[in-house]
C-alpha cells in the first residue's frame, strides 16, 4: 500500500483530538500533570530529556533510566562551569532504550502487553536536597490526589537488609504514615538495593506497586511478574558507597533517584489492562494495519494469537518508536555496539512485518510519521528529522532485503556441517550477525526447523568478549597499564571536597613554551582500594607505589577532553624529586596527573613544577586546528556548494559524530550517506591546504553560551552540553569579539568557529602541510577521514609525488614489462599512506594500464593461434598416417591451446594432434591431444596419460580433447618419443 493510505496530519490530529476529548486522562495530560506537580508546586527544574544514545558515556549502549544524564552529580564529576552543576531538584521524562546490554528487553517484546524497547521514565531527582521522607510524601500525594489513583490499590515495597546491610526502617516508617502494615512489604537486595557497580554510590529503595483488580490482598503478587499487579514507581536513596571490601560508607551528600514508568501509568489512568492499548500505541496500530492489510489489532498473545498477528504488531510499533528516536539522537544502524542492536531491532521488526502481518517491502520507514505526529509536541527533534530518519530506515530495510539471500545460503553451509550434538555454534550465530547483519532470533528459528538447537549462551558470550575489549582498553587507559583502579569517583572527588582541596585550575594549559611554577601538591592518589581506608590518598608518595596521581592546585597539562589526547611531561620539585606524566584526567573539578616517581619522594603540600612535553603537543594542537579547518571543508564541499538537486537526506547538515586527535594523525566522524568522490575529496583536501597557505589566525576567546550560539555559522556537535560561558575558536581574519558584534553576519560563513576547549596553533601556517589519507564508512550514514599535518603530511605528499611519477613513466612500456609493472605499482600502492584522492586516481590510471595488457594480450593470443595453428596443419600436411606430434612454443596458455584445437579441427578432420608447448623461463610445458570427433583415430585422454608417464604431469581431459602441464622442460624430448610410438 501506499503513502496516502495513511491518514494524512489533518485527519490524523483531529482524530487524535478526539480521542482526547473521550479520554479523562490521555497521554500528554499524563506526562504534563507529572511534571507540572514537581516543577510548579515543589520547585524542581525541569531538565529536559538527554538523548536516548549517551555519546559522552562509554559505559552504556543507550540511556536506560532518567537517571543516566545525572551520573556526574551522583560520582562527583561534574564540572563545575556545567549549568547541571547547580541542579538541586529536577524533573522530566526521560527518552530510555532497553534493547541490549545489562537491561535488554528486546526478546520479551511483543510476547506480552507490557515489555518493551522504547519507553519514557518520568522522573524526579534531588541532589542533596531532599531525602526520603521527602520523596516518599511526593510520590505519595502525586499519585493519590494529582492522578487521583485508589489507595486501596497501592503497596510499597521497602529493602529488608541482609547479613552486609542493615533494613531500612526509615522508609518503612514513613509508609505507614500512608499505608497499613501488611501493604508495606520488605523485599531483598535483588528487588530493592540499587547498587551502580561493585563498588562506588549505592543505596535502598523503595516501590510502588499498583493492583490493577483491586478489592483483594494482592501483597503475594508483589514482585511475582504478574500484569495485574505490577511497579509504577521505584525510589532509590542513594546514601552509601560501596567500598573494595564490601563493605558501606555513608556518602557525605546524599541523593534521591526517582523513576515512573509513563507507558504503564496511562495505561493505568485509562483502565487498561495493556500499555499497548492506549493511546500511545493505537494510532501506530492503525497505520500498521492500513499498510499491511492485515487484520485489525486484537491483542491476543500466546496460543490465542493464531499466526503471531498481534504479537507482530506490537513488535513492530515498538520498534519503530526505539528507531526513530534513537536515529534522531545520532545512533545509526551498523555491525558494532549499538548500531548492531539497532539493525537488531529493525531486521526482526521488518521480519515479523513481512512474515506475520504480510507487509511489502518498505512498509516499515513509512510509520515514521505517525511516530512523529503523537510525540512531535514533546519531542521536537523528531520533527526536525523526520526524513532523515525515514531515509536511513528505507534504506536499511532494501539492505535487508538483499543480506536475507546471502545469509540463507551462509547458514545452510553452517548447518550442513553439524555434527551428532545437533547444536548450532554460537560463534556462527555470531558470525552470520556480525559480518551479515542476520538476527540471532532468526538463526534460532531456522535452527529448531531442522532440529538444531542454538548454542545462545556461546552467541552471548562473543558479544560480551567484544563489550569487555572495549571496556579494558577504557579501564587500562585510565589505570596507566598498571591494573589499579586509578578512577576518582564520587568518593574520591567527596572526600577532596570535605578535605576543602581548592578546584584546579588549568587555565595554562594554554599556554605555550613555559613551565609553571609553585603548583602545590593538593592530593596524591595511589588508587582505589590501595590504602586502609580503600580511598586511595595518601601524604607522601615514591617509585616503590608504582603508578600514581597527583591532583595540583593549577596546572598546565591538558586533561584529555573533546576527543583530543592528554599531555605528558614532567612534575618536578626543588629537592630534586620528579614524576614521569603519562596520562592526565579530569574529574569534576579536579584534573588528576598519571605517572611514575623517577626519582626522590613528593609529599603532600609540596611545591611543584609542571614542565609540558610541548614538542609532543605541537603535532597534537596542529591536527585540532585542522579538524576544525576540516569540518568547515566538509560543509563548503559537500552542502554550501553543492548541486541544488543534492538530495541526500542522511548527511544534508555534514554534523560531526566524534573524533580523535593524537599527535600522529586526527580523525573526524560525520554524517553522510555515502562515499565522497575523488573530486569532493581533492575539493576539502585542497582547502585545508589553502588555509595553511594563507596563515589564518588561530582566535580564542570565552564567550557567554547564549551569546555563542547566536553566531550564524557555528559549528556544534550533536548532543553535546556545553558549559556556560563556553570557549568559541575561530580559523578568521577576525576576532571572536568582533564576530559577536554581529553574530548573523554572513561573512563569518567563510571561517570556521566552534565551541572547543582544546589546545590550537596561533596560526594555520604552523600546520605546514596537510595530508587526508583515508575516507571509509564506518556505520549506516557515517563517514570517517584520516588525516595528518605537519611534517608527516610533507612526506606523505613527496612520496605520492615521487609514486606518480613512477605510475607516468609505466605508460611507456608494453606487453608483459606492462603487465609486472602495473602489479607491482598496484600491490605498492594499497599499502601507500598518501592523499586519499591521489590513490584514487592513480588506481584509475593503473586500471586503464590492466586494460591495455588485456588488449594487448588478446591481440597477441590471436597472432600466437594463427601462427601455432598454420605450423601444427603444414606438420599434419606433410606427416604420414593419421597422428601428428609436434612441438611449437607458445607459453602454458590455455586460450591458444584451445584455440588452435578449434582452428585446426575446421580444416582438417582426419587426423589428430599432439602438440608441446614450453615456457622455458617458468620451467615447464602443456601438453595438449586433440582428435576430430567421429573419426575414432585415438583416445586423447590415454595419448597424453601415456606419454607424460613418469613426468608427475598433471592434467585430464576426454577422447577428443586432453591437456596435461608438466614441470621441468627436461621431459620434453621424452614425451615427444612416447607421444610419438603411442
Known amino acids: 500500500m501506499s503513502n496516502e493510505e495513511i491518514p494524512n496530519s489533518t485527519e490524523a490530529v483531529s482524530k487524535m483530538t478526539l480521542s482526547e476529548d473521550t479520554l479523562e486522562w490521555p497521554m500528554n495530560k499524563v506526562r504534563d500533570t507529572f511534571i507540572h506537580f514537581f516543577e510548579k508546586k515543589h520547585g524542581h527544574t525541569f531538565w529536559k530529556s538527554s538523548p536516548c544514545v549517551p555519546h559522552d558515556d562509554p559505559t552504556l549502549l543507550f540511556a536506560n533510566a532518567g537517571m543516566n544524564q545525572y551520573k556526574p552529580l551522583f560520582l562527583g564529576t561534574c564540572d563545575p562551569k556545567m549549568e547541571m552543576s547547580k541542579l538541586k531538584k529536577a524533573c522530566n521524562t526521560q527518552k530510555c532504550i532497553r534493547a541490549g546490554g545489562k537491561h535488554n528487553d528486546l526478546d520479551d517484546v511483543g510476547k506480552d502487553v507490557y515489555h518493551h524497547t522504547f519507553f519514557e521514565m518520568l522522573g524526579n531527582w534531588s541532589f542533596g536536597d531532599y531525602f526520603k521522607e521527602g520523596a516518599i510524601t ?30 531500612d526502617t526509615e522508609a518503612r516508617d514513613i509508609w505507614l504514615k500512608f499505608l497499613p502494615a501488611e501493604r508495606v512489604l520488605p523485599f531483598d537486595a535483588k528487588d530493592n538495593f540499587w547498587e551502580m557497580g561493585a563498588t562506588g554510590p549505592c543505596g535502598p529503595c523503595t516501590e510502588i506497586h499498583y493492583d490493577r483488580i483491586g478489592n483483594r490482598d494482592a501483597s503475594k503478587m508483589v514482585n511475582a511478574d504478574l500484569p495485574d499487579v505490577i511497579e509504577i514507581w521505584n525510589n532509590v536513596f542513594i546514601q552509601f558507597n560501596r567500598e573494595a571490601d564490601g563493605s558501606l560508607r555513608n556518602l557525605p551528600a546524599q541523593h534521591v533517584d526517582t523513576g515512573m514508568g509513563f507507558e504503564r501509568l496511562t495505561s493505568i489512568l485509562q483502565n487498561k489492562d495493556s500499555n499497548y492499548d492506549t493511546d500511545i500505541f493505537i494510532p501506530i496500530f492503525d497505520s500498521i494495519q492500513k499498510l499491511t492489510g492485515a487484520r485489525p489489532y486484537q491483542g491476543k498473545v500466546g496460543s490465542e494469537d493464531e499466526g503471531f498477528v498481534d504479537m507482530a504488531y506490537r513488535v513492530v510499533a515498538d520498534h519503530i518508536r526505539t528507531l526513530t528516536f534513537a536515529i534522531t539522537d545520532g545512533a545509526m544502524p551498523s555491525n558494532d555496539g549499538r548500531g548492531y542492536v539497532l539493525r537488531r531491532v529493525l531486521r526482526r521488526a521488518v521480519r515479523y512485518g513481512r512474515q506475520n502481518l504480510g507487509a511489502d517491502l518498505g512498509f516499515f520507514s513509512k510509520l515514521v510519521p505517525t511516530v512523529v505526529r503523537i510525540m512531535g509536541n514533546t519531542f521536537p527533534e523528531i520533527i526536525e528529522n523526520e526524513a532523515m530518519v525515514t531515509a536511513v530506515i528505507k534504506d536499511e530495510e532494501e539492505s535487508f532485503s538483499r543480506t536475507l539471500d546471502k545469509g540463507l545460503l551462509k547458514f545452510k553451509t553452517m548447518a550442513e556441517t553439524i555434527g551428532k550434538d545437533k547444536v548450532f555454534s554460537g560463534e556462527d550465530a555470531h558470525f552470520l550477525y556480525t559480518s551479515m547483519g542476520f538476527p540471532v532470533d532468526l538463526t534460532e528459528l531456522m535452527a529448531e526447523e531442522l532440529g538444531l538447537t542454538l548454542d545462545k549462551k556461546g552467541f552471548e558470550r562473543k558479544m560480551e568478549e567484544e563489550q569487555q575489549r572495549s571496556k579494558l582498553a577504557h579501564d587500562a587507559k585510565t589505570s596507566g597499564g598498571s591494573g589499579k583502579d586509578m578512577r576518582m569517583v564520587a568518593e574520591q572527588t567527596s572526600y577532596l571536597v570535605s578535605q576543602n582541596v581548592c578546584n584546579t585550575n588549568d587555565d595554562a594549559k594554554y599556554v605555550w613554551d613555559q613551565t609553571l611554577d609553585d603548583c602545590v601538591a593538593c592530593a596524591l592518589f595511589v588508587g582505589r582500594g590501595e590504602t586502609e581506608d580503600g580511598i586511595g590518598f595518601t601524604d607522601s608518595i615514591s617509585s616503590k607505589d608504582g603508578v600514581i596521581g597527583i591532583v595540583l592546585d593549577k596546572t598546565s597539562f591538558y586533561a584529555e577532553a573533546g576527543g583530543q589526547i592528554y599531555d605528558t611531561g614532567i612534575i618536578k620539585s626543588s629537592n630534586d624529586a620528579a614524576m614521569e606524566v603519562h596520562n592526565v584526567q579530569s574529574y569534576g573539578q579536579y584534573i588528576l596527573h598519571v605517572g611514575t616517581i623517577t626519582s626522590g619522594t613528593i609529599n603532600k603540600n609540596d611545591k ?52 580523535n586527535v593524537d599527535e600522529n594523525k586526527l580523525r573526524f566522524d560525520f554524517s553522510w550517506n555515502g562515499p565522497l568522490t575523488t573530486q569532493q575529496l581533492a575539493d576539502v583536501e585542497t582547502i585545508c591546504k589553502k588555509s595553511i597557505e594563507n596563515n589564518l589566525p588561530v582566535y580564542s576567546y570565552v564567550a557567554p553560551l547564549d551569546a555563542a550560539k547566536q553566531i550564524s555559522s557555528l559549528r556544534a556537535v550533536f548532543g553535546e552540553v556545553y558549559p556556560d560561558p563556553v570557549r568559541v575558536v575561530a580559523i578568521s581574519h577576525q576576532t571572536v569579539p568582533t564576530i559577536l558584534e554581529n553574530p548573523q553576519d554572513a561573512s563569518w560563513n567563510e571561517y570556521s568557529i566552534e565551541f ?49 611519477t613512477r605510475v607516468t613513466n609505466a605508460k611507456k612500456l608494453q606487453g608483459f614489462e606492462l603487465e609486472e609493472e602495473t602489479k607491482s605499482l598496484s600491490t605498492e600502492l594499497n599499502s601507500l599512506s598518501i592523499s586519499a584522492s591521489l590513490k584514487t586516481q592513480l588506481r584509475e590510471i593503473l586500471a586503464t594500464y590492466g586494460k591495455d595488457v588485456v588488449a594487448w594480450k588478446k591481440a597477441r593470443a590471436a597472432s600466437q593461434t594463427a601462427e601455432v595453428t598454420s605450423k601444427v596443419i603444414a606438420e599434419a600436411v606433410n606427416a604420414p598416417g593419421s597422428k601428428v606430434v609436434c612441438r611449437v612454443d607458445f607459453g602454458v596458455d590455455g586460450k591458444v591451446a584451445k584455440a588452435v584445437m578449434s582452428a585446426f579441427g575446421k580444416k582438417v578432420k582426419n587426423k589428430a594432434f599432439l602438440l608441446v608447448s614450453a615456457d622455458v623461463k617458468a620451467d615447464r610445458f602443456m601438453i595438449v591431444a586433440y582428435a576430430p570427433k567421429g573419426e575414432n583415430v585415438v583416445d586423447c585422454k590415454a595419448w597424453v596419460a601415456a606419454a607424460s608417464e613418469g613426468t608427475g604431469g598433471k592434467g585430464g581431459g576426454k577422447k577428443d580433447s586432453a591437456q596435461y602441464t608438466v614441470n621441468g622442460c627436461g621431459n620434453i624430448d621424452s614425451v615427444l618419443d612416447k607421444a610419438g610410438k603411442f
Open 608 to 659: 611543584l613544577v609542571c614542565v609540558v612535553d610541548y614538542v609532543r603537543r605541537k603535532p597534537i594542537a596542529s591536527n585540532h586546528t585542522m579538524t576544525h579547518v576540516l569540518n568547515y571543508a566538509l560543509k563548503d564541499v559537500l552542502v554550501t556548494k553543492a548541486p541544488a538537486d543534492n538530495n541526500n537526506l542522511i548527511g544534508s547538515s555534514i554534523d560531526q559524530k566524534g573524533s
Open 138 to 167: 511526593m510520590a505519595w500525594q502525586c499519585l493519590t490526589e494529582e492522578f487521583h489513583l485508589d489507595e486501596s490499590r497501592l503497596y510499597a515495597t521497602y529493602f529488608g537488609g541482609d547479613d552486609s546491610t542493615p533494613c
Open 756 to 804: 572547543c576547549g582544546g589546545t590550537h596553533l596561533s596560526f594555520t601556517s604552523q600546520s605546514q602541510d596537510f595530508c587526508l589519507l583515508q575516507e571509509e564508512g564506518i556505520a549506516k550514514g557515517i563517514r570517517r577521514i584520516t588525516a595528518i599535518t605537519c611534517e608527516d603530511a610533507s612526506k606523505a605528499i613527496q612520496i605520492g609525488q615521487k609514486f606518480e
